[in-house]
């Protein structure tokens, strides 16, 4: 069977064209057309035999069709700003949301056999439901079939919340859309019950944690126990304590009587009550050794100390320096000079990479790290990656509706 030409409107970064790749799917895509500056770069530089038609109001879909060919389908997510529940919300009052009625007008003019359009859940309830009414009575005025469904990225394998409203539809065929994006199974009016509330305590750290913060193995090793007496007693049966306190290889003791105040906590003595769970201490609950110290005994390596006074809850060694020539530290600690934890419990907040966020979007490594205006990619700034990636859609979602399209024609 021919793989499916599409056209892509609002293409952004062209999230359709890496879902339904030839060696994903096998489609191909006819024309583009977007006009955003830094993500025509990247449609250039990544899809740049596909030719960009550029403002989508501008486009005579006749001619298009008659210059690039025919289409099987035309995709494009609209710009949401004027549904979003984080803007105006002036629907199809605005502008952009009246692009909406532009796509429309481009799909009777190609008269692609399917449409898929990609919106944020607030088109649902802008206008009291009436700009979203009007898209889909335009659909229907012009002999297509419909069906929409709110789907989440987070179940299509990516770790981001990100639901978005996708509607599908097909020439003639309402039965068919609905069968792309809901499985036999959704359609059961018998759901499983709902989990109920329970009154358990959830576990934290030490025993009895079933699989809840820490793991068992290391209460287990000796890493937190109560008093000096039952490490004592750990250790004169075999045990070895993993997590110490101090140098000298003595095990973390955690005695509640004695961190009820800021000046015990201040003055803990080496081998006595770690300052690490006390209401307010400025040293971290968790820390790693930034000097990598060893222990007084040759076969104990210190992994966790907490005789620091650097905040945050996990930090990375701050010299990256390995243990044995061959690893190295992925997050580093220190930035421009200035020591700052990879994980904190304050305040700090370490913001996403672009890379994070492509992958978050399903998208390959450095796709958006471009030449730009003359610079090289590494000098891309990020600023435009983040933008473009936020208002791109999730690729496993469009590939899943493609595999189901698939299914289906």
Known sequence: MRGLRFASVCAGIEAATIAWSASAIGWSPAWYSEIDPFACAVLEQRHGSVCNLGDMTAIDGKA???????????VGGTPCQSFSVAGLRKG??????????????????????????????????????????????????????????????????LAQRRKRVFVVARLGDQAGA????????????????????GSGVAGTLGRGAAGSG?????????????????????????YTPTLTCTHDGSPIVFDPTQITSKANRSSAEPGGPAPTLARGAHAPVVALNHRQDPCASDDVFHTLNADTDDPGAVCIDHYNQSTNGDLSHTLAGIRAGTRLPAVSDGVVVRRLTPIECERLMGFADDYTRIEWRGKPPSACPDSHRYRCLGNSIAVPVLRWIGRRIEMVR
């Open 214 to 238: 820490w793991r068992d193995d290391l209460d287990r090793a000796g890493a937190f126990v109560v008093s000096n007496a039952q490490a004592n007693a750990k250790l004169t049966r075999g």
């Open 92 to 157: 199809m009052a605005d502008p952009r949301g009246n692009l909406a009625l532009v796509f429309c007008r481009l799909v009777d003019a190609a008269r692609p056999e399917w449409v898929v359009w990609e919106n944020v859940p607030g088109v649902l309830s802008s206008g009291g439901g009436r700009d979203f009414g009007a898209f889909l009575g335009a659909l229907g005025e012009l002999g297509y079939g419909w069906a929409y469904r709110v789907l989440d990225a987070q179940y299509f394998g």
């Open 178 to 197: 609905a069968a792309v994006l809901f499985e036999r199974a959704c359609l059961q009016r018998d759901p499983p019950p709902s989990r109920s509330a």
């Open 64 to 74: 298009a069709t008659d210059e690039h060919g025919s289409i099987d389908l035309l």
